[in-house]
């Protein structure tokens, strides 16, 4: 048999290689019309990029390693002009010779591939604009690159076209310094995956300096010298240095066409489950081809690699009379940005919609692994699946942790004809650095498989809320930073309270941050006699991605630009150390007071490499070295957080040297408190506050009173003789901070465990912890002698380290404060 494979990349090689292992008499013949065959084209961008130094290691086979490994006779810059199907030849023309000659075939694989679309637009040709498709667009794309990042004004680049090229070709010239503008006409970026998904993408996109101007075209190119001037279709002009064309591509069927093979519905070949085309002896395979699709119905064209290696391996199969079938495309796929990933598989909203298929969707913000570990974030995982029997139809991912496992699992179990009831039962690896006894995926099950038995019921960002409750159970202070206008904040640990008058008939719209406690809600309501009841799938954090109402993007390079508060002073020691400060999963004030008790055993000019998973460190951190006078040298993104770079600029040292000749510092700042309350989350939030002014150097003192008081009991404190009264007052009051109880939503104790459990998830400080950490920072805790008598507590009853005084002591503590607060 002689085969004759057209194309030598993907789903050509991977035939020719497949039917040489079949068959060793076979005679194989690839033809390629570019320079180069087999080579990694996923990698492009990251060679222009500079991950990936070495260009080689993109050529992962050459016609010698292929002829001495496999036999294979594989010609470059050969290209196939016309085939005769009847006579079974195939004219190849040498494109550096220019000649041409007949090769004869049993049997022909088309294996084109496809091509870059390029836009009819004026100056669309100029030089400067590309494409990116193979070895040779690369390296034209960094030599360009490369010479203008020696420029005065550096790299200016604009890509054209938001799907995952475009965006992996924008990340990495980006890395590489440049000014990046992407241009993108849908209103979205990343096409298979939905507008909730794809936002949380364009956030990160933009808080690494990538500029989107979506639901935009470009409409024109000019010349600008060396550079290009793009028009846009708003009016407005962008000057590039590179222009990087990545609309889409469009499968190459010229030579099909001419041998009278049929195309598909969609312009691609068309083949059926064996790979064979409609002309006997021709086969297809790759991005050439039209395929069926796993979910929706017809054939559609995925140019994705992995399908394509498939296919030719089916392909070859069936050529060497083994029958094997190609079933089906479910479009699984994947993208770096930056420090996010995003995957998905099977169909979107869009592609259900449009086909008529009925679809339920459920949203869940799970973190990538259990987030009492360290390095760990939310995703946002959304399912999508049929609301009759819950079999599968997609799933989309973003998020920094273990988001593309997530889809790999649910791609499987679609494949495998799966339902969400079977998430729901998958057992899946778990320690605490890679997972959770209840993986994202097994939580996704969870809920839809509650909506479809009817435990629970969502609702939707789009949805109408006419004539309904709406009703939010998050805390009040979430509740006024963002809210819909016209909800009601009714906290969850005030529901049972508050549900007592309200009409049962009355439809309710629940939500919550994430849906969790909404959920909660929902069922509460549901049990109590409630007939119209649905919670927001998602939460907050899916509203605001779905309708884009969401914070402004962290401007890291506005923050470094802030001027210290204290003047820097840099020392010149003999020699310098570098402390790496690990603070991811610690809860805010934790970085903070590990950052100001680090630097503290420094000397000027000493460094600290802080990584930290919560970004409202990238606020914090400059913040406080600011107020210190410690020199904030760097600040990026780091996953869902942030590292940043603390240098000791000797300000102390400064001060203390120019004492004589200047005025006299002003004094230390400090902060007062009187805490009455014996609530646990009051008390947390007053000794969180405590120990940020510690860490930022101020004085702080805190003065008990009342229940207050009851926080610095000393669980182990010695037996004493004490009075009737006073046995009783102890009996009906907490023996110590952690016995402290919940303000709102305590339940007898089960809201107190649920927020304690929940903290030591989450890396916060106890109470007594927080309380430590204050006296070891040197904090003064008060206790009120007056409220120590009335309750019959002695000094021996209290926590090591506390002091006593009455309200003068008080009063001469917060004349000297700058505030004072009373909790």
């Known amino acids: 048999m002689k085969l004759v494979v057209v194309g030598g990349v993907a789903a050509g090689m991977s035939l020719a290689a497949r039917v040489r292992r079949l068959d060793e008499d076979a005679e194989i013949l690839v033809l390629e019309r570019g320079h180069h065959v087999s080579f990694a084209n996923c990698g492009l961008p990251y060679h222009v990029g500079e991950v990936i130094k070495d260009r080689d290691r993109l050529v992962l086979q050459t016609p010698q390693s292929l002829a001495q490994s496999l036999n294979l006779d594989v010609r470059l810059r050969h290209e196939v002009i016309d085939v005769d199907a009847g006579s079974r030849n195939v004219t190849v023309r040498d494109l550096d010779s220019g000649r041409e000659f007949i090769e004869h075939y049993d049997e022909l694989a088309l294996c084109m591939g496809a091509s870059a679309i390029i836009p009819p637009i004026p100056g669309v040709d100029l030089p400067g604009i590309h494409v990116l498709r193979s070895l040779s667009d690369m390296d034209q794309i960094k030599q360009r690159a490369d010479k203008a990042l020696t420029s005065p004004h550096g790299l200016r680049a604009l890509v054209v076209g938001a799907g995952f090229i475009g965006l992996e070709a924008a990340e990495n010239l980006r890395e590489r310094g440049a000014d990046v503008h992407v241009v993108e006409m849908a209103p979205q970026i990343l096409p298979p995956v939905d507008r909730e998904i794809a936002a949380d993408a364009e956030r990160t996109m933009r808080s690494h300096g990538i500029k989107l101007h979506l639901g935009t075209a470009a409409t024109a190119f000019d010349a600008d010298g060396p550079a290009i001037t793009a028009t846009l279709d708003d009016g407005s002009r962008i000057t590039a240095d590179l222009v990087v064309l990545a609309i889409g591509v469009r499968p190459l069927t010229e030579l099909a066409v001419a041998a009278g093979v049929e195309l598909g519905a969609r312009g691609g070949v068309k083949v059926d489950n064996h790979q064979r085309t409609t002309i006997e002896h021709i086969w297809a395979a790759g991005d050439v081809v039209e395929s069926p699709h796993t979910v929706l119905p017809g054939h559609h064209l995925v140019p994705l690699a992995g399908p394509a290696n498939r296919q030719g391996r089916v392909a070859a199969e069936n050529i060497c009379g083994r029958e094997t079938s190609y079933d089906s495309t479910q479009g699984t796929s994947v993208v770096k940005l930056f420090t996010m990933t995003v995957a998905a598989t099977g169909a979107n909203s869009r592609q259900l919609q449009a086909a008529g298929i009925d ?352 926080a610095l009991r000393d669980p182990k404190a010695p037996k004493r003789d004490m009075k009737p009264m006073d046995k009783m007052f102890k009996a009906m009051m ?43 920072g040197g904090a003064r805790l008060i206790a009120c002698t007056m409220t120590m008598d009335l309750l019959g507590i002695d000094k021996s009853d209290l926590l090591p380290g506390v002091d006593f005084g009455g309200v003068a002591t008080f009063l001469d503590e917060a004349g000297d404060s700058q505030t004072t607060l009373f909790i």
């Open 359 to 710: 679809f339920s969707m459920v949203h869940v913000h799970p973190t990538g692994h259990a987030g009492y570990y360290p390095g760990t974030s939310p995703m946002h995982l959304k399912v999508l699946f049929s609301p009759d029997d819950g079999r599968l139809l997609g799933a989309q991912c973003a998020g920094f942790d273990g988001v593309e496992k997530r889809i790999d699992v649910i791609a499987t179990a679609l494949r495998m004809g799966g339902s969400v009831f079977d998430l729901e039962k998958l057992e899946l690896s778990y320690a605490p650095p890679y997972g959770s006894a209840k993986d994202p995926v097994n939580m996704a099950g969870f809920l839809a498989s509650n909506t479809i038995l009817g435990d629970a019921r969502l609702w939707y960002p789009g949805d109408s809320l006419e004539g309904c409750r709406v009703i939010d159970v998050r805390e009040p202070t979430e509740f006024d930073v963002w809210h819909l206008d016209g909800s009601e904040n009714v906290p969850l640990g005030t529901l049972r309270e508050a549900l007592t008058d309200w009409d049962r008939e009355q439809p309710v719209r629940l939500l919550c941050a994430v849906g969790f406690r909404s959920y909660l809600a929902h069922r509460i309501l549901v049990q109590r006699g409630f007939t119209d009841i649905a919670f927001l799938s998602g939460g907050s954090a899916t509203y605001r991605a779905w309708t884009g109402d969401q914070p402004d993007v962290v401007d890291l390079s506005a923050i470094i630009s802030q001027e210290p508060l204290i003047a820097p002073f840099t020392a010149a020691p003999t020699e310098t150390q570098t402390v790496d400060l690990d603070c991811t999963g610690l809860a805010c004030p934790g970085p903070i007071m590990r950052l100001s008790e680090t630097m503290k055993g420094l000397r000027p000019g000493d460094e600290i490499v802080a990584t930290v998973s919560d970004m409202g460190f990238a606020a914090d951190g400059p913040a406080w070295a600011r107020r210190n006078g410690h020199e904030l040298v760097s600040l990026e993104q780091s996953g869902a957080g942030v590292r940043a770079v603390f240098r000791h600029s000797g300000a102390v040292v400064a001060q203390a040297a120019a004492a004589s000749a200047a005025p006299a510092p002003s004094a230390k700042a400090k902060n007062s408190f009187v805490v009455f309350s014996g609530d646990m989350d009051k008390m947390i939030a007053a000794f969180i506050i405590a120990n940020g002014a510690l860490a930022l150097g101020n004085d702080v003192s805190m003065f008990f009173t009342f229940w207050g008081l009851n």
């Open 734 to 776: 907490p023996s110590g901070a952690d016995a402290l109880t919940l303000s709102q939503m305590n339940m007898g104790g089960a809201g107190t465990a649920m927020i304690k459990n929940v903290m030591k998830q989450h890396n916060v400080p106890s109470v007594p912890e927080l309380i430590q950490s204050a006296i070891d």
